[in-house]
């Protein structure tokens, strides 16, 4: 089977949002080159790195918890509106997304 390959990047909204404890983020990566998503707090307060690294062209998820950093240290993060950022060398997009209990 052959995967399709983006021509273009792209980040979707969050899925689902609002959300409670974990919620997805796709994107797509035209071309390889390095990839950041970082999420903000409303205040603009880095909450966590969730991808640094060079990518390959294709279509990712990552996952973004409520309760756990990537690192496995636990949080408690307050419900309100959080920002995701997708940077590339060539491409910037912000999107919100609600945290809910």
């Known amino acids: 089977m052959n995967e399709l390959i983006p021509s273009e990047f792209f980040v979707s909204q ?5 959300f409670k404890e974990m919620t997805k983020i796709k994107f797509c ?5 390095r990839v950041q ?15 640094d690294e060079e990518k ?4 990712y ?14 949080r408690n993060l ?5 920002y995701y950022r997708l940077v590339t060398d060539e491409y910037k997009c912000e999107k919100k997304m609600q945290l809910i209990k």
Do not use: D, Q, R
């Open 14 to 18: 969050n899925y689902p949002n609002p």
């Open 56 to 59: 390959k062209p294709g279509t």
């Open 78 to 82: 307050t419900i309100g509106k959080y």
């Open 61 to 74: 998820e990552v996952e973004f918890s409520a309760l756990w950093c990537h690192s496995g240290e636990g």
């Open 37 to 51: 998503i970082t999420i903000y707090n409303s205040e603009g307060k880095l909450i966590e790195k969730l991808v």
């Open 29 to 33: 990566v035209a071309y390889k080159t």
